[in-house]
Nanobody, 127 residues
Framework: QVQLVESGGGLVQAGGSLRVSCAAS????????MGWFRQAPGKEREFVAA????????TYADSVKGRFTISRDNSKNTVYLQMNSLKPEDTAVYYC????????????????????WGQGTQVTVSS
């Protein structure tokens, strides 16, 4: 079993920055692909960003490209999402997810690819 715990959400003004973190249990964290998704009220969960186990492969949703950066620290079993130039439309609950085993980066944008999910952290961007 893998447990994922998100933290770092909060309230920020438009144009500001926030970093959310996801701490994972499990000794094999370095072999997991990790992703971030978000869900706004009344909307479906959508892909934000993902990173392969090696950190060499990342992918982003077009809506966040150039503003958000995903990274990981395998020594801390943690994946981060640095969010800059935040917009009110970024307001959502942000979830991290883990995929155990090999996966091509193109599949990481689909929520069905992932094996484990965190409980989510709320990010609110005020205008």
């Amino acid at each position: 079993q893998v447990q994922l715990v998100e933290s770092g959400g909060g309230l920020v003004q438009a144009g500001g920055s926030l970093r959310v973190s996801c701490a994972a249990s499990g000794r094999a964290f370095s072999t997991y692909a990790m992703g971030w998704f978000r869900q706004a009220p009344g909307k479906e969960r959508e892909f934000v960003a993902a990173i392969r186990w090696s950190g060499g492969g990342t992918t982003y949703a077009d809506s966040v490209k150039g503003r958000f950066t995903i990274s990981r620290d395998n020594s801390k079993n943690t994946v981060y999402l640095q969010m800059n130039s935040l917009k009110p439309e970024d307001t959502a609950v942000y979830y991290c997810a883990a995929k155990v085993g090999q996966v091509i980066v193109q599949l990481l944008q689909f929520w069905g690819t992932y094996d484990y999910w965190g409980q989510g952290t709320q990010v609110t961007v005020s205008s």
